[in-house]
């Protein structure tokens, strides 16, 4: 087997007690060989207890099937965000999160490295969220009931294609099945979801947030469906997200990220509005309107196996796509007086517009991170600007470089006249592909049919 080299291990263990986070490797056998003090403090453990033992021997709980580390020495392969519970030779139980990874020297395995944080803290704080949030509804009904920030009038737009769409969340608000919204970051799906909350007839009733992403399974689950006295040790009776979304809306962001297992029980409550807290078998009527928000398309989702099908076909009653801003290029004028306007107010500045250069840039630039990096990119240029207008000497460096490229280069390089072409491009291929169907060119595009019916219309004036 190959072995690490004395100056290598002394290397290797210095790097690792500086981190700060629990780091616990083990050879093939099993055996710990580096443990550092953050691990042992998460374990209830000293080092010397740990460091040259067998691991079954230090943690009895665990056998070669329920230790990560021994399974990723079995399999070669790595495992992420686990939730992981065991007992220590102390008797003490303990809960981790750990990402466990095979480790390779010539392709050879000669160990597994565990990165392990503290489960239990975890917990801990998302209960205390909760009982915060159960206490503001209960002592302040009336006030958390408006705790949402906007309504749909404040997604500011001049494009016929969005206005449609706010026209149309305001109509359907009024039901209520559950909605689905797709958009990329920036696009104001928050913002989108608490308009149609404001509009709906759960208005005067909670609007309770929760996004899904980096959130182990056990925890999520227990923060949306609550926990019953004796579900794990220390776990009192405590409401969930549900329980406390009764009679308003719950949005859940980033749906895709959710497990596939807690999606089935979300599923199971969107069909008979029964939960269930963990650990309890009694069951718990609830009267919830779910909102779900994505930021990759559904269709991608679906096909990465990150959504179940059957949980998006009950979701996809109503489906919003927001457009990304490169999508909607007449907003950017807007939003940049919209902007100039708010952070005139909260800077107490007197800056009256943008420069012509700065307003050919906006329109050219890509905008990936859409209206929220328009937004901060407005903030930034009127901390700097010492003038009454906004010029490309303001811009931030990312976006100087681009103006200096532009400067320098013909127009062959327009970004802005080369995205339109391509665009022109794909949207004949498609319509050449599904044979002029317009329904089917949209999916090919993984965009909107309201939109490529719009795009269609304006290559044709």
């Known amino acids: 087997m190959v072995q690490l080299t004395a100056l290598t291990q002394e ?25 550092n003090e953050v691990a042992a403090r998460l374990d209830g453990m000293n080092v010397k207890e740990v460091q040259g033992k067998d691991l079954l021997d230090v943690f009895p709980s665990l056998t070669e099937n329920s230790s990560t580390l021994l399974r990723v020495i079995k399999t070669g392969k790595p495992i992420y965000n686990q939730t992981q519970v065991y007992v220590n030779i102390h008797g003490a139980r303990i809960d981790t999160i750990n990402t466990t990874l095979p480790i390779f020297v010539d392709k050879q395995i000669i160990g597994a490295v565990e990165i392990a944080k503290d489960y239990t803290r975890l917990k801990q704080l998302s209960e205390s969220l909760l009982d915060l949030q159960k206490n503001v509804n209960k002592n302040n009904k009336k006030k958390i009931a408006k705790n949402i920030k906007y309504t749909l009038d404040d997604l500011k737009t001049i494009n016929p294609i969005f206005q449609s769409l706010k026209d149309e969340a305001k109509k359907l608000a009024k039901l209520d099945s559950p909605i689905l919204v797709y958009g990329e970051s920036g696009t104001g799906k928050e913002l989108f979801v608490q308009g149609v909350h404001h509009e709906s007839l759960r208005g005067e009733g909670p609007f309770i947030a929760q996004n899904c992403a980096a959130i182990p399974e056990t925890l999520l689950e227990s923060i949306l469906f609550g926990t019953a006295k004796g579900s794990y040790t220390g776990a009192v009776e405590r409401k969930g997200l549900f329980e406390l979304a009764d009679g308003g809306t719950l949005f859940l962001d980033e749906l895709h990220t959710m497990p596939i297992e807690l999606q089935a029980k979300l599923l199971r409550v969107l069909e008979d509005g029964i939960i269930r807290r963990v650990g309890s078998s009694q069951n718990i009527s609830v009267d919830v309107r779910i909102i779900a928000a994505m930021n990759v398309h559904p269709n991608t989702a679906l096909q990465n196996q990150k959504l179940r099908s059957d949980l998006y076909y009950r979701l996809n009653v109503f489906t919003f796509s927001l457009l990304p801003l490169r999508e909607r290029k007449e907003d950017i004028q807007l939003l940049t007086q919209y902007f100039i306007a708010f952070f005139n107010k909260s800077l107490q500045k007197k800056i009256n517009g943008v420069e012509q250069k700065v307003k050919g840039l906006f329109l050219d630039h890509p905008w990936p991170g859409n209206v929220r990096e328009l937004k901060h990119t407005i903030e930034y240029m009127m901390n700097v600007c010492d003038d009454e207008i906004l010029e490309v000497k303001d811009l931030p460096i990312m976006m100087k470089q681009l103006a200096a490229g532009n400067e320098n280069s013909d127009n062959n390089l327009s970004l802005r006249k080369n995205l339109e072409e391509l665009e022109k491009k794909l949207i004949h291929t498609a319509l050449d592909l599904s044979t002029g169907n317009v329904k089917q060119a949209a999916e090919l595009l993984e965009i909107p049919r309201q939109t490529l019916q719009y795009k269609i219309k304006k290559l044709r004036e």
């Open 11 to 35: 290397v290797l263990s210095a790097i690792l007690k500086t981190i700060d986070e629990g780091i616990h490797v083990v050879d093939t056998e099993g055996k710990t060989i580096f443990y």
